[in-house]
């Protein structure tokens, strides 16, 4: 069915973008991505059609979907931060709020004006949710957004919402937990820590400083829910679905499991905790029950935060040991194993990524 189907994706140069051009191409489709900027491309997006602009750039996204008239489009642009969202209120609102407005707005006007009518999927979050009651929260809970970063994602959602049941149009959100990978930046917890243990279990450092240690969060692995994001657009109708694996684990748990994933008995003696770190509110905890994804797209993790946490460390200290900071084989756990040991010097022979002429 995928044959010569066209994707676009929006933030195409962001971890979730990475990993689901590589399931769409695998899947048959040509693959165009934009990004605001295209220094993060290489060595991630081979086969990926790129385009840099700024979403809010309207005009170039009208002529951008005229020309090429995707089938599907995935928009995943935006100020993924949450911590660092108070401290660019404004552009985190117009970057993750009103530039899905224009983009429904534009969807709109190229359906009236010329029948084209492709799918939609928007980037929800579980921030949307931040203080809900409701534990575990599902596709029904009502939004409770605890920063800059869930109030834009909030509205973004229920403007897709609005747009479908005021228009028709084939648009959906995708409510993800969180979800992590080796190729997260450092600025989300998860990679700090895990970057943290390789280094220090290689003897490069002693510590890692940290904030709110008792948040706890519903993580999953990035690479199974992408997967969930292209059965989203292959459904007869649309509708919004949480992706979730329905497991909590605090940040203080991520830690030892990180720590055990090293051999390291005594994490806290490498763990300070400095005020800096604090947000001016933070969720407590994100819970998700994924039941509707379950049952209409056939979806479940595959994938353990264990699992995740051990391939996260593996990728780090490989890059730690070469100083080889983007490798496509960090993606993939098996590649991680095979590259694991090799000294900087053999690395871009004998890893198979590297050696395919993939990386820099
Ligand atoms: O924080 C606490 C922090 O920045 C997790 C994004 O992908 O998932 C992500 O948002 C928790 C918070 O992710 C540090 O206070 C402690 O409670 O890794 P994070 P996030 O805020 O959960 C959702 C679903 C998204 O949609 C977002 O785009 O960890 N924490 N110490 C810390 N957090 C950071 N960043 N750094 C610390 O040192």
Redesign the pocket.
Known sequence: MAAHRTALITGVAGQDGIYLARVLLERGYRVIGTSFSLARHFPYLQGVELIAFDIRNTDAMSELLRRERPDEIYNLA?I????QSWQMAEKVAEVNGMSVLRLLELLVRLRDDLGYAPRFYQ?S???IYGMADQQPQDERTPHYPR?P??TS?SFAHHLTVNYRESYGLYACNGI????ESPI?PA??????ITRAVAEISLGMRDQV?????D?R?DWGSAADYVEAMAEMLQQESAQDFVIATGEVAS?RDFVAIAFEAVGIEDPWAHVEF?AA???PA???Q?WGRADRARSALGWGPKVSLREVVAHMVQADIVRAKTGIEECRGYMFPNTVNDALGLTPATHRHECPSCAAGVAN
């Open positions: 935006a993924s931060s949450v911590g980037a979050s579980s921030e920063s970063y869930g994602k993800l937990f969180n979800h997260r600025r989300f917890v998860t990679r700090k400083t940290l904030g709110n240690l948040a969060r940040i400095d770190y604090l947000r933070d969720v407590p994100t």
